[in-house]
T-cell receptor, first 111, second 113 residues
Framework: SQQGEEDPQALSIQEGENATMNCSYK?????LQWYRQNSGRGLVHLIL?????REKHSGRLRVTLDTSKKSSSLLITASRAADTASYFC???????????FGKGTLLTVNP | NAGVTQTPKFRVLKTGQSMTLLCAQD?????MYWYRQDPGMGLRLIHY???????AKGEVPDGYNVSRLKKQNFLLGLESAAPSQTSVYFC????????????FGPGTRLLVL
């Protein structure tokens, strides 16, 4: 069963705009991660946020985590055409060994 | 470092045929994983390994077997391929205790006719 669910399923914006994607999960976690997948490629890790953290930044990425609502958001600021990709959240569901991935948000950034 | 590599990149099988997908990592990672990715389904964990000589079932293990005879290699076998196993298969690895960053290979696209 899916632990994380991303919302929206698809998002289309103009270059320079901000993009926000959300992830909801069901069980308690140790950490939550976000990955990017370009078409036809493997996933690439973007950022990890631990359950005791509320916000984390990495370059143009900002991730928030609300464990009381079991939700996370990924904000990409000043988007570029190269940000066009699918974005997945992944949670450990309390496991020490494995992650469960959501179905992803397809982001399209139009030049 | 090559990171995580997968062979082959693409394969066409007939129903009932067998094959082995090879995953190799040169990062000395303890943990290795096999996922399948289908349209609209995200990634689903097939099998995983927490160290050389150990394997465990994931979410969708039926029809697959795995082996981890060497720390750097994780093999995924299909004994009798079925059309339902048409998918893109990704291998990943991670280091250390706990669920840290996973590093993914480029994927193997499998078509079963």
């Amino acid at each position: 069963s899916q632990q994380g669910e991303e919302d929206p399923q698809a998002l289309s914006i103009q270059e320079g705009e901000n993009a926000t994607m959300n992830c909801s999960y069901k069980t308690s976690i140790n950490n939550l991660q976000w990955y990017r997948q370009n078409s036809g490629r493997g996933l690439v890790h973007l950022i990890l946020i631990r359950s005791n953290e509320r916000e984390k930044h990495s370059g143009r990425l900002r991730v928030t985590l609300d464990t009381s609502k079991k939700s996370s958001s990924l904000l990409i600021t000043a988007s570029r055409a190269a940000d066009t990709a699918s974005y997945f959240c992944a949670t450990d569901g309390g496991s020490n060994y494995k992650l469960t991935f959501g179905k992803g948000t397809l982001l399209t950034v139009n030049p | 470092n090559a990171g995580v590599t997968q062979t082959p990149k693409f394969r066409v099988l007939k129903t009932g045929q067998s094959m082995t997908l090879l995953c190799a990592q040169d990062m000395n990672h303890e943990y290795m994983y096999w996922y399948r990715q289908d349209p609209g389904m995200g990634l689903r964990l097939i099998h995983y390994s927490v160290g050389e000589g150990t394997t465990a079932k994931g979410e969708v293990p039926d029809g697959y077997n795995v082996s981890r005879l060497k720390k750097q290699n994780f093999l995924l076998g299909l004994e009798s391929a079925a059309p339902s196993q048409t998918s893109v298969y990704f291998c990943a690895s991670s280091y250390g205790q706990g669920v840290e960053t996973q590093y993914f290979g480029p994927g193997t696209r499998l078509l079963v006719l």
